[in-house]
C-alpha cells in the first residue's frame, strides 16, 4: 500500500522539475496538498518557465509520462504560478 505524501510516481516528477530549474527551465515549481496525496493522477503541480521559450522543453521532459497535461493556471486559487500540470489525461475513476 502506497504511504501518503510518500508516493514514488510523485517523487520521479518532482526529481524532473528539480532538475529542470537546476538546468535553468524552470523558475519555480509547487506541488499544493503533497502531503495528503495517494497517487500521482490526484497530483496538481504548477509551474512558472524562465522564459516563455522554455516551455517546449519543459512539455517534452515532463511528457514522457503520456498522462501529462497542462494549462494557463488563469484562476490562481492554488497557486500564483503560471502553469498548472496534471497526469490524468485519459484517467477515469
Known amino acids: 500500500m502506497t504511504q501518503i505524501g510518500a508516493v514514488p510516481a510523485i517523487k520521479e516528477v518532482k526529481r524532473q ?6 538546468e535553468g527551465y524552470v523558475s519555480q515549481w509547487e506541488l499544493p496538498y503533497e502531503s495528503i496525496l495517494t497517487r500521482l ?4 503541480f504548477f ?3 524562465v522564459k516563455e521559450d522554455n516551455l ?8 514522457e509520462n503520456e498522462m501529462l ?3 494557463p493556471n ?3 486559487k492554488l497557486s500564483g504560478l503560471d502553469w498548472r500540470v496534471e497526469f ?4 477515469e475513476l
Request: proline share 3%.
Open 17 to 22: 522539475l528539480d532538475q529542470l530549474k537546476e
Open 41 to 44: 493522477t490526484a497530483a496538481i
Open 47 to 49: 509551474l512558472s518557465p
Open 56 to 63: 517546449g522543453v519543459i512539455w517534452q521532459r515532463l511528457g
Open 69 to 71: 497535461s497542462y494549462k
Open 74 to 76: 488563469e484562476d490562481k
Open 88 to 91: 490524468n489525461k485519459g484517467f
